[in-house]
């Protein structure tokens, strides 16, 4: 069974600097997508970025990009230029890319706060 | 589209009674999912379906949760009789097979049994 670790229970950023928040991953699969999902107080689930394992280019949006080291099972998501609308609560999540498993995986998340 | 939808939004039970939650899946998606989070045991997968048929139901806790998906367009999750524990938000979300693998998640119902 594929396993998400976040080993960061909380981080804390200064207003429009730079974050990186921690993700690993165990599977024995070859083909897999991650994610990093995005929850607010609000509780929406928000998707902020995903990354196909096949792809070696690291995934970017905007002020978000991510560090994908496939050998090392590992993805963090670097947050550039924070704002204040960044603070959260940060889950990485993986969806294996065979047909018949569709369950995605969540780690247990990073709360992210923004120092103004 | 309207996303995928939940009602309601909050659920104050008393223990015993019995809860209902539905949701409404974005159009066109053949995956629907069923997800609990709590604190404790952070978010777990309850169930999901792919066209209407449930696939795998290995996270629902006990016989007193069941879920259904009567259409494509609607699925409840009910647990008889509710317990405190039972607290908590259960989400939905919808995807479409081949559409990026991207999942779409409701707003949730945060279920408070007392």
Not at chain 1, 46 to 70: D, G, M
Request: one cysteine or more; a neutral charge.
């Amino acid at each position: 069974a594929q396993t998400v670790t976040q080993s960061q229970p909380e981080m804390s950023v200064q207003e429009a600097e730079t974050v990186t928040l921690s993700c690993t991953y165990d599977t024995s699969e070859s083909d897999y997508y991650l994610f990093w999902y995005k929850q607010p107080p609000s509780r929406q689930m928000i998707l902020v970025i995903r990354q196909e394992a096949y792809k070696q280019q690291n995934a970017t949006e905007n002020r978000f990009s991510v560090n994908f080291q496939k050998a090392a099972k590992s993805f963090s998501l670097k947050i550039s230029d924070s704002q204040l609308g960044d603070a959260a609560m940060y889950f990485c999540a993986y969806r294996s890319a065979g047909f018949g498993n569709e369950k995605l995986t969540f780690g247990t998340g990073t709360r992210l706060t923004i120092i103004p | 589209d309207a996303g995928v939808i939940q009602s309601p939004r909050h659920e104050v039970t008393e223990m015993g009674q019995e809860v209902t939650l539905r949701c409404k899946p974005i159009s066109g998606h053949d995956y629907l999912f069923w997800y609990r989070q709590t604190m404790m045991r952070g978010l777990e997968l309850l169930i999901y379906f792919n066209n209407n048929v449930p696939i795998d139901d290995s996270g629902m806790p006990e016989d007193r949760f069941s879920a259904k998906m009567p259409n494509a367009s609607f699925s409840t999750l009910k647990i008889q009789p509710s317990e405190p524990r039972d607290s908590a938000v259960y989400f939905c979300a919808s995807s479409l097979r081949g559409q990026e693998s991207v999942y779409t998640f409701g707003s949730g119902t945060r279920l408070t049994v007392v």
